[in-house]
């Protein structure tokens, strides 16, 4: 008999019906002999509601009250899955981030997990109950409620698999698995049987949101069978494992893109050593995430330009503190930029082959879509461009590195 941890994603659990799906599979596991915990996130939807709400209120809502309000959404889902198995005759119960607990740091919006305290509910599991735990929320140090960040249910469900020492995790979501890229944009897409976790990592941080990123980080430090499932079929779907099970070799493995990018352009930076420094100075006090950067060589003029990427919804904070700072640094002024987005290909076949830029670089001038900055790690290389095109920038990467499905 093994233990193992259900993740049902916000479409699985939106209605009745679907709630009533995803309980049958559930049951399905335990009349099988299997241990169960089952991990949801709110209704699909829902988790926006509820922080519309909170900005209709406050354009700056206190982190922790928002915390409150929008937590809730996963502690209704996990009642109504535990009252619909207990109709179906099994025996469940809901355990409440703030129950276990799940302790977290106080970095409301997006908290990390220091421990979950899995005793009463381990206990409960081998006496046969299956546990059904709302994902996403957390408790602090002083006893708020934290939540784990926007798609967080899926670190929740790998976290609380480590900690019940569980044989696996499934991710259960409204698609088949883990794609060479989203197919909902590209329907040639195909479904991988299997991804490294290193892909996995490098596609979900920029931008593929079929897992969260610290999911995939947590699996790979505590050595958790993660895998990726419709709720919808019983397809198989992709299993996420270590690089030397890979058997097929592939330059790309997939294509990603995240809308959520501004560009800032600081004109006019005077060319001497520490400019730069005190431009990124005040962004990142204000704890600003910086992405892409670009600087060019000053000419003659002993000025230069710096370009630099952050996400859009903290475009307006980042402008205030530039704002702020211009004086001090003085450079000459700001533009910036949301309509733009970040495109992404990744692979660890890039490690050995050459020209795997170029491919990148040709295809999309080849549609005529202008390139406004790049960066590039190990394994991934990332390019910004004009939002219109994204669609058109996934499709045409998908064909260039012989992604699509045949036929
Ligand atoms: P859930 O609510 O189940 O957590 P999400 O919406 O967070 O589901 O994630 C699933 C979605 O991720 C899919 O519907 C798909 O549109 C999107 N997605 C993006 N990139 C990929 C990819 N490479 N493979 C599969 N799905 C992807
Ligand atoms: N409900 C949360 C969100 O929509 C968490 C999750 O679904 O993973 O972001
Ligand atoms: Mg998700």
Redesign the pocket.
Same mark, same amino acid.
């Given at each position: 008999m093994s233990r193992i941890v259900m993740k049902f994603?916000?479409t699985s659990m939106a209605g009745v019906e679907r709630i009533r799906a995803a309980a049958t599979r559930a049951a399905a596991a335990r009349e099988e002999g299997h241990e169960v915990a089952v991990v949801v %996130?709110?209704m699909a939807g829902? #988790?926006?509601r509820l922080a519309g709400f909170c900005r209709e209120i406050a354009s700056v809502p206190s982190p922790s009250e928002y915390d409150v309000v929008?937590a809730s959404?996963?502690q209704v889902t996990s009642g109504l899955l535990a009252l619909t198995l207990q109709a179906m005759g099994c025996q469940a119960r809901s355990w409440q981030g703030w129950q276990l607990p799940v302790r977290t740091d106080g970095t409301h919006g997006s908290a990390r997990m220091s421990s979950i305290d899995t005793g009463a509910l381990g206990a409960a599991l081998t006496a046969g109950e299956i546990a059904v735990v709302p994902?996403?929320q957390g408790l602090s140090l002083d006893n708020r409620v934290t #939540?784990?960040?926007?798609?967080? %249910?899926?670190t %929740?469900a790998v976290a609380l698999a480590a900690a019940l020492g569980a044989d696996e995790c499934r991710i259960y979501t409204d698609v088949e698995g883990v794609y060479t890229t989203d197919p909902r944009i590209v329907p040639r897409a195909r479904k991988l049987d299997r991804i490294a976790f290193e892909e996995m990592l490098e596609l979900a941080s920029v931008g593929a949101k079929v897992l969260?990123t610290r999911s995939v980080e947590l699996a790979m430090k505590h050595k958790v069978r993660l895998s990726v499932l419709s709720s919808f079929s019983d397809a198989p779907g992709t299993l996420v494992v270590d690089e030397d099970e890979i058997v097929e070799s592939r330059v790309i493995t997939g294509v990603a893109y995240n809308r959520n990018e501004a560009k800032v352009t600081v004109l006019g930076v005077p060319d001497r050593p520490g400019a730069v420094a005190e431009i990124f100075a005040p962004i990142a006090g204000a704890g600003i995430n910086v992405d892409m950067i670009v600087q060019n060589i000053a000419h003659d003029t002993g000025r230069t330009d710096v370009t630099f990427t952050v996400p859009s919804t903290e475009l307006p904070r980042a402008l205030a503190v530039m704002e702020a700072a211009r004086e001090a640094v003085g450079f000459g002024g700001v533009l910036s930029d949301v309509d733009v987005c970040k495109i992404s290909v990744v692979g660890l076949g890039m490690r050995s082959h050459a020209g795997v830029a170029l491919t990148m670089f040709e295809a999309l001038g080849k549609r005529g879509i202008n390139i406004q900055a790049i960066s590039t790690s190990e394994i991934k290389i990332s390019v910004l461009i004009a939002e219109e095109y994204l669609e058109l920038a996934v499709r045409v990467l998908h064909t260039a590195y012989g992604l699509d499905v045949a036929g």
């Open positions: 994603g916000g %996130s709110a829902e #988790t926006d929008v959404g996963e994902g996403f #939540t784990l960040g926007r798609g967080g %249910s899926d %929740s969260h």
